[in-house]
């Protein structure tokens, strides 16, 4: 991809960078496994009774990603509100911090590649949590569209990241239509909305503007290690944008774009591209 740009050179990490790194990820690790094995106990009793409906397991995932923030030291901000009306939520994708930080402030359940569910941890929380894996093969595109309709008619908020991939957090990539599809099938379009969502990451003053961003061949443990060493940390804002009614645009190609076009607007440091 021509956008992608090398990545900052890593900082040696002092003993004092190691100490607070190995403290923040025990404590966090922690959060996360109590997390993991509430929902999964949970779950045993809400999924008899309840279906593919999951009532009360959504409140752990967004509890623990709450406490997640506070834990890393990043400062949070929500502006606007979740919708409550049947429908999705699309947003740009700067990093695996997204996921705690839209988490932190609605119940949604991700769309996420299938190769996510085979990644240590990573895989069995969003498993636990109700992602929707899909595979890029047109030949499972039939089916992941009947999943989706499933979950949406099930009152399931998905998220999906329309970029197709993650960047370095300071801009947002075209998106691709082809998901948009989904919410134009059997009448669904008639009853649902669309939500865009930005989010905008400050980094820590003095640091790389990139600093929370995430994108091409980063692998994610040194990126991870960097993130909980970090003394003082930045923030991260989530933008709740006004819902669009997928009734009001024809195709999925003009729906996009004007998701596309909200979610640009709310990143003020957006890097000046055309089309």
């Given at each position: 991809m021509s956008w992608i740009e090398e990545e900052p050179d890593p900082k040696p990490l002092g003993t004092f960078d190691w100490a607070r790194a190995i403290a923040r990820g025990v404590i966090w690790g922690l959060v996360l496994l109590t997390g993991l094995v509430a929902l999964l106990v949970l779950r045993l009793i809400e999924r008899?009774?309840?279906?593919?409906?999951?009532?009360?397991?959504?409140?752990?995932?967004?509890?623990?990603?709450?406490?997640?923030?506070?834990?890393?030291?990043?400062?949070?901000?929500?502006?606007?509100?979740?919708?409550?009306?049947?429908?999705?939520?699309?947003?740009?994708?700067?990093?695996?911090?997204?996921?705690?930080?839209?988490?932190?402030?609605?119940?949604?359940?991700?769309?996420?590649?299938?190769?996510?569910?085979?990644?240590?941890?990573?895989?069995?929380?969003?498993?636990?949590?109700?992602?929707?894996?899909?595979?890029?093969?047109?030949?499972?595109?039939?089916?992941?569209?009947?999943?989706?309709?499933?979950?949406?008619?099930?009152?399931?908020?998905?998220?999906?990241?329309?970029?197709?991939?993650?960047?370095?957090?300071?801009?947002?990539?075209?998106?691709?239509?082809?998901?948009?599809?989904?919410?134009?099938?059997?009448?669904?379009?008639?009853?649902?909305?669309?939500?865009?969502v930005t989010v905008v990451y400050r980094p820590p003053e003095g640091e790389d503007p990139r600093f929370y961003g995430w994108w091409g061949d980063m692998e994610f443990g040194p990126h991870l290690l960097k993130v909980l060493a970090q003394r003082r940390q930045g923030s991260v804002e989530i933008v709740f944008h006004t819902p669009l009614s997928v009734a009001d645009y024809p195709s999925r190609k003009e729906l996009a774009w004007a998701a596309e076009a909200a979610v640009r607007a709310g990143l003020p440091y957006e890097i000046a591209r055309s089309r």
């Amino acid at each position: 991809m021509s956008w992608i740009e090398e990545e900052p050179d890593p900082k040696p990490l002092g003993t004092f960078d190691w100490a607070r790194a190995i403290a923040r990820g025990v404590i966090w690790g922690l959060v996360l496994l109590t997390g993991l094995v509430a929902l999964l106990v949970l779950r045993l009793i809400e999924r008899p009774i309840h279906g593919l409906a999951r009532p009360w397991t959504p409140w752990i995932t967004q509890m623990v990603c709450r406490m997640s923030l506070p834990i890393l030291g990043m400062g949070y901000r929500v502006s606007g509100r979740p919708m409550n009306k049947i429908g999705a939520v699309v947003a740009n994708h700067g990093s695996w911090l997204d996921i705690f930080a839209l988490n932190a402030c609605q119940r949604v359940y991700f769309v996420s590649k299938a190769e996510v569910a085979r990644w240590p941890f990573v895989g069995w929380l969003a498993r636990a949590t109700g992602t929707v894996f899909i595979k890029r093969d047109p030949r499972e595109a039939k089916a992941q569209q009947t999943l989706f309709e499933e979950r949406i008619r099930a009152g399931h908020h998905l998220l999906f990241f329309p970029e197709g991939t993650s960047t370095d957090a300071r801009r947002v990539l075209p998106f691709k239509p082809t998901l948009f599809q989904a919410f134009y099938s059997h009448g669904l379009d008639k009853v649902m909305q669309i939500q865009p969502v930005t989010v905008v990451y400050r980094p820590p003053e003095g640091e790389d503007p990139r600093f929370y961003g995430w994108w091409g061949d980063m692998e994610f443990g040194p990126h991870l290690l960097k993130v909980l060493a970090q003394r003082r940390q930045g923030s991260v804002e989530i933008v709740f944008h006004t819902p669009l009614s997928v009734a009001d645009y024809p195709s999925r190609k003009e729906l996009a774009w004007a998701a596309e076009a909200a979610v640009r607007a709310g990143l003020p440091y957006e890097i000046a591209r055309s089309r």
